[in-house]
């Protein structure tokens, strides 16, 4: 059997993490905070309430009784912000502001505006900021990105990338997402198919310049929103840096799909397949014969074995991937320089994609991506 | 076993065929003519020569020396037109004005008015005239057909459509289909992307209203063709007439991906996937649970049920599909009218949607599909 | 595109065929007989009545008021024999005995003394004598056994098969095949896993020296037939002349499972997996990368391409397998002498086997079979 | 997106636990523990040298400079057994005789009479004693198994069993397990098909009742071990207490096969079919439809969907498996009962089936399986 006996990392001294807000995401961050053996110091919710039940189920050592309090308590060197979107950049500001490194969930802020500040703050004060683009710590969406860099793939021609979901495909399906006041103005497309861009860009190593839009609304009323403004599903036409051109699709109303991430690349000489429901596989195309490649540590490339930590066949999913984010972004406030680290440069490019895309839907033009 | 032991149509006597054109499509013709039991008159190609070597390779009677005189053959029931693109409406053209019924391969013409003037003239003769548009003779895309028109999928929300190809992924890869001048303006979307809208229009039971498109051509220079403007790639963002919006990515350099259609419609209720590299299965996704749906002929809808000549289990296949729709063509100039046989109102309908990706990627900007 | 422009077979002179039996395998019979350019001169079945209405269906040109006067026409060159199985060798036997050609439907026999003695009677009489191991005709498990026979795969060490049906599955799903006076005393073995040990052994290109089975009968009653004592279902363990082992599972009696037929061969370099419900790939496993090879026709061994009649990426099936069967067998009528056409001593040794495996089921013991 | 905020367990007061051994399986465990909030006091290993490079590695408190001194430790509440396969009875026995819980790696004894003794002192003693037949704690496979106990599948006709793997493929290919001193008398029974069977009985309910089984040693040198006498490959026939019978074909020889466990169980109603390396479905076959099932926690069976920690759509894995095994053993310390925990008298079963096949490859014959 392999000898996978390392975890991630192991970083020089015990992180001490705190986190806002006591939902999903809350808990797969605080699982992967515990991974990387970090001390869960404490968390704060949108009530004092509702803290000492998410630092119950989640295990924290403390519940806050409120943003400020854990933000300004001197044993906490990171903040994890899981809040609803429209909260995110006045959280991470505050947490920069005191001098924590922040692991903020995506869309960083809103606005292009506010993602750019808070990227800059971050800059300014050397601080870690990590946005979550969880996909990218697949092995084999490393393994994926290491055969486009090295050329396997030739030149990039053809992007062909969806992100279906169904958990709002019912008329009464709702949640705060979808109240442009809480979620902000975009919904599906920076929800997921930020995820989606980031994840081609990633790979691609290179970024979508220019693209062509349509945004749907399918339900206008909900269980409890009403006046809904924000898109159910996304189409879109995409040109890179080099030239190639694709489509994005993304619906949160597809029945049938649960969150069928996947994106396809075509070059000149192979095209490369990944599906997030699948990980652990990476379809290489070629004309003469295609090949399945294995999450098979000992013949990946080293980004992307260095991210597999059970041998092959024994299946690796998301919270493994989340806990290789959080240990690299853990790793980054070590002082280390992991590879492929979302930070928040990169939150910042996935406001300005969604911009793009909510520009050209309203506008029936293509629209420059801002570089 | 489940008694199929009916072949799909008892034509009321026999078709007497000719064939124009001696390459693969005339082979594929072919069988499904002798499958429906017709009488292979006589074929013809760009040579003498040439044509007795068809006749030889493909079992016809006899071998004829011109195109004019195939068709002037009293003996002759049909003519299938297996040519060149740029070809094919003149000799269409003469076919219906002596009074032959014609199955002309696609693109049916290189531009719409051309198509509407054959399509004009077969409907003023009252000529069978009908356009290979095949795959919508697999018995899972009939079954997707009926599912939507009976309301299963509900409104229908998004297309998520692709037909990837990778015959032409080498820079010497090379055809007469890349010839503007013989195969016409469009190359990838005329030959293969006029199957995709057309499969995704026969699913839908609706039309595609508008689009946005863009075009690539990767290699302007091939083993024989040089200066070469037809495109190689088309990503495409559609609107449906129920406001339905969705991607078409159409590729004939995707390496690894051979001959790969396929479409997915999301509606309010349910989603359909069919693909026809696995022509076999229908997906069918809902909220609560995904199906799989054999082309199992005691389950299916009639219209599908009929177009399966064997049991589940024992795969039916490009052939077969290309069978049905030369069966259903001789059915109709028996005097049938079998349901979803694509005549050249649809390939009229295929070289507009055609035209409009091009004046779109001309353009920039989104262009109505004429009616 | 690739140019197979040449259908499998180009037989010399007409083939005359006549045809015993009117139900589906009749059926495939004669669409094989058609697409192979043969006469289809007349059929004959169990009344003058039914023999009639096959003639109408199938588009014979004669009904025979007998099996006894379609033999005895002297413009019948071959007999195809698609009749219940208990029928079936003596069928054969005159057919052989008026100096026809045959091709039989598996069981060749209920009994290998009877299956021998056809077999030596058509060796005798320097006749054609065929038995449809259809599935050998697909292009990918002929690729499968080039890739056994050059040595990609090393010494086999294992062998994993099965052959899942379900149209017995329910308790009132009935047949003539369920009643041992018909169907001979085997009856999902000598139906279906007479199939699965011809393509192991065909592929393996070595044969089942020994086995050890267990069989199992679910429904003693079903809606027509009781005292029922053919087996449903058999479980076998097998070893192979080189000393490699395996398992054989066969039912028809798995709900969900139409037919299901898979063989996967592990050797000491590389495994391959074919399953007749997806004919189009082959898998390749190895320790290193595994692959999917597709039925790409520029990249098989020569005798897979040659069963290759449309480019890869378009479906062939289970029609085309039988097409290809039925043009080798008239090949070899005409004089040729096709690789792997399988004739009656195949026919025998299916008998065999499965009389190893009655026996075995039996006795509780390890049986030898039958060289 | 489903509220699914709380980890599997919360136990009622921390677990303090200890470590044996510092290889690949030891880390699996240490994660779990990590997961399950307990505390890591210690590790053992080999050597002192190793303990101290194991507790680095895997972030224990404290490494112990022998095992006797690890199991003395009153700090410890139950001791994980990750050694050798001839190890685990002497260590499992001394740890439960000290008052420690014990976690054991299977085998739990290379022998029937040691496992026995085993589960009668840990049973005599009111202690916790587990051994991971991890696969149980899959979501659907405890799905599948929720669905044969309402009498979904209906009666149960037959099994369909495998477990290949390659990384023992190649004749160099070499490990501890090979050699029967340190791994037993079984190899690839012990090690993967225990698991096979394990799964097919906890799934199907009931138990192997008896088998006939080969047996084969490939390479009886490799690169460190000669006069290798466990064996490579097993193929069995097995009878289950219904009646059912079926297949298990188990290697570690399977060039490709990475860790591909599969079951297949048929009833007189539907079949189910789990592949480990792709564990967020379960194939539901009926005659009628089959289904996909996803791991949509919203629409399991409660002891499924309190394994589901992710929503469907996000890949659990092994090590999420392995964290729920591990998070119900220490509820079980902490008084609960979980449903489907496998303890030391699973251990003992799967000693006892693996015997079986053993004496039945020796014997030739049918075994029954002690009960």
Redesign the interface.
């Known amino acids: ?7 991630v990392i ?1 970083p020089a001294s015990t992180i001490r993490a705190g986190f806002v807000g ?3 995401m ?3 961050h605080s ?1 992967a905070a ?2 990387a ?1 970090a001390e869960l110091v404490g968390g704060t919710s949108s009530s004092a309430e509702r803290a000492r039940d ?1 630092a ?4 924290f050592e403390a519940a806050f009784d409120s943003v400020d309090a854990l933000i300004a308590d001197p044993g906490i060197d990171v903040v994890h912000v899981c809040t609803p979107n429209s909260t995110h950049a006045s959280i991470a500001r505050a947490a920069l502001e005191a001098g924590k490194h922040v692991i903020c969930e995506k869309p960083l802020a809103t606005n292009a505006a506010d993602a750019a500040a808070l990227a800059a703050l971050a800059a300014e004060r050397g601080l870690v900021a990590a946005v979550p683009f969880v996909y990218r710590f697949h092995p084999m969406a490393r393994e994926a990105r290491a055969r486009v860099a090295t050329g396997e793939t030739g030149r990039l ?2 992007v ?1 990338g ?1 992100y ?4 709002l ?3 009464h399906d709702d ?1 705060w997402r979808v109240d442009a006041a809480l979620g902000g103005p975009s919904r599906a497309f920076a929800d997921i198919g930020s995820h989606l861009a980031d994840l081609v860009e990633f790979v691609a190593g290179e970024r979508i310049t220019r693209l ?5 609304t ?1 339900y206008e009323r909900r269980a409890t929103n009403a006046d809904i403004a924000t898109e ?2 996304v ?5 890179l840096e080099s ?1 190639a ?5 993304v ?1 949160q ?8 991430l996947s994106i396809e690349l ?6 490369l397949r990944f599906e ?5 596989q990476l ?12 999450r ?1 540590p000992a ?1 990946l490339a080293p980004d992307a074995a260095r991210l597999a ?12 991937a989340f806990n290789a984010f959080v240990a690299d972004a853990y790793a980054a406030i070590g002082g280390a320089a992991p590879d492929g680290l979302p930070r928040f440069d990169d939150g910042l490019r996935a406001v300005r994609v969604t911009e793009a895309v909510l520009a050209s839907a309203a506008s ?3 629209v420059e991506v801002a570089a």
Do not use: C
């Not at 062509?212 to 749907?216: D, E, G, L, M, Y």
């Not at 997030?276 to 652990?280: A, F, G, S, V």
């Open positions: 059997m392999a000898s996978m006996t390392t975890d192991a006591g939902g999903f809350a808990a797969v699982r515990r991974a053996r998410a119950d189920r989640l295990g021609l053809s062909h969806a279906l979901q169904d958990w495909a019912g008329s949640d062509s839009a349509k945004t749907r399918v159910d599903l189409a879109v036409v995409v040109e030239g051109v694709g489509t994005l699709l619906s109303v597809a029945p049938g799909r649960k969150n069928a075509s070059g000149t000489d192979a095209s997030q429901e699948r990980p652990e379809w290489v195309g070629r004309t003469g014969a295609s090949t399945i490649v294995d098979d013949r930590v059970v041998p092959a066949g024994h299946p690796m999913g998301y919270q493994d029936g033009a293509w």
